[in-house]
Structures are given as C-alpha cells and as structure tokens.
T-cell receptor, first 113, second 116 residues
Framework: KAGVTQTPRYLIKTRGQQVTLSCSPI?????VSWYQQTPGQGLQFLFE???????NKGNFPGRFSGRQFSNSRSEMNVSTLELGDSALYLC????????????FGPGTRLTVT | AQTVTQSQPEMSVQEAETVTLSCTYD???????LFWYKQPPSRQMILVIR??????QNATENRFSVNFQKAAKSFSLKISDSQLGDTAMYFC?????????????FGTGTRLQVTL
C-alpha cells in the first residue's frame, strides 16, 4: 500500500504570494492532519480534516486554510506569505476508527524569500 | 492545554549499546495516547511506538520499549542494541482520546546520534 504523498516536495515563494500544498493520504484513510515544523517553534498542529470537514484547528492565523476532497486528498493554502511561514509542512493520515495512529508524508519544504 | 517536555536536546550512544530518551507531559486528561516518533535526516516521520494511558503494561516493539509512569506523567523510550540506522530526531507526542480528535502535541525532540 502506498504511503502518504505530498506535492511539491520543495517550493520557493516570495513574500506576499500565496501557496497551495497537496497531500494524498494512504488509501482508505479518511482523516488528514497538517503540521508545521520550524526550528524555532517545533512541530505545531495546523488543522485536521475528516470527510471533507475541518474537525480540529490549531492556533494559526486565518491566512492558513485547508480543504479536503471527496477522495480524501487534502490541500492547504497559505495566503499573503510571510518570511516566518518558511517551514516544513507535514501531512499525516489516519483511519477514522484509529485516529490515534497517524502516518506522515515526507513533507513540503517551503521557503519564503 | 497539554504540554510535552523533552529535556535532552542531544544524546549520543555507541552501536549495540542501550540508550534511554526522556519525556514528561502535563495534562488533566485521564484518557490519552502517548507516542514516540522518529524523524531520520530524510525527514519522513515514522511512528516508533504507542502507549495507551489506560494500559498499565509498558509497550514494546522489538528493540524499542517504553517506561510509562502515569502518576509521574513520564514516558521514556529505551532503545536496546542501538544501530546506526537509529540516528534521528526522536519526538515524544501526546494525543487526547476523544474518539475523534487527531491532534498530536509534540515535544521539542531529542537528536540521537549512534556512533561506531
């Protein structure tokens, strides 16, 4: 069974632009969570989607948004990029009934210049 | 709110030796899960071991085992017979057991270096 995939793997954007990151969960997994990883703040929870609905949300500004499609694939969007948004963005998927077991993708490295 | 503390930023161990990574957490919840995740230099986060708070028996997975002390809110990871491939960042993580929540709260990590 294929693992969690994330595209693109690397991205360079300019301050003020917006960006969309994509995550395809493991087949059969309906829950997708997003995390931001930075050297300063560590790993922080962004949000979680289940059945196309946002079920949990972390403490991030409204510039960070996401959505989930009927095939469970998820996207996250960051608008008006700031230098501080430079980070590794990790996506994790889990079975709805076993939401405590999360499987992570390789991440998207976003650099904002 | 839950917090997870890993007080050892870096550790080193020789191949074939045993090493223990520390983790403490703070929560008012009674039902929760604790995890150790491994993030090798390639960046893919891998689940190492899971512990349900309601289980008194410590979890084990091959060379990896935990010492779960619920009253002390302590959750350490022991790696036996360390291998070069164990070199990675290790994160301790907490999740409330609400049946639906999937939010992981991570510690700051411990960088483990396995040497020859």
């Amino acid at each position: 069974k294929a693992g969690v995939t994330q595209t693109p793997r690397y991205l360079i954007k300019t301050r003020g632009q917006q960006v969309t990151l994509s995550c395809s969960p493991i087949s059969g997994h309906r829950s997708v969570s997003w995390y931001q990883q930075t050297p300063g703040q560590g790993l922080q929870f962004l949000f979680e989607y289940f059945s196309e609905t946002q079920r949990n949300k972390g403490n991030f500004p409204g510039r960070f948004s996401g959505r989930q499609f009927s095939n469970s694939r998820s996207e996250m969007n960051v608008s008006t990029l700031e230098l501080g948004d430079s980070a590794l963005y990790l996506c994790a998927s889990s079975l709805a009934a076993l939401s405590y077991e999360q499987y992570f993708g390789p991440g998207t490295r976003l650099t904002v210049t | 709110a839950q917090t997870v503390t890993q007080s050892q930023p870096e550790m080193s161990v020789q191949e074939a030796e045993t090493v223990t990574l520390s983790c403490t957490y703070d929560t008012s919840e009674n039902n929760y899960y604790l995890f150790w995740y491994k993030q090798p230099p390639s960046r893919q986060m891998i689940l190492v071991i899971r512990q349900e708070a309601y289980k008194q028996q410590n979890a084990t997975e091959n060379r990896f085992s935990v010492n779960f002390q619920k009253a002390a809110k302590s959750f350490s990871l022991k790696i036996s017979d360390s291998q070069l491939g164990d070199t990675a960042m290790y994160f301790c993580a907490f999740m409330k057991d609400t049946g639906t929540a999937s939010k992981l709260t991570f510690g700051t990590g411990t960088r483990l270096q396995v040497t020859l």
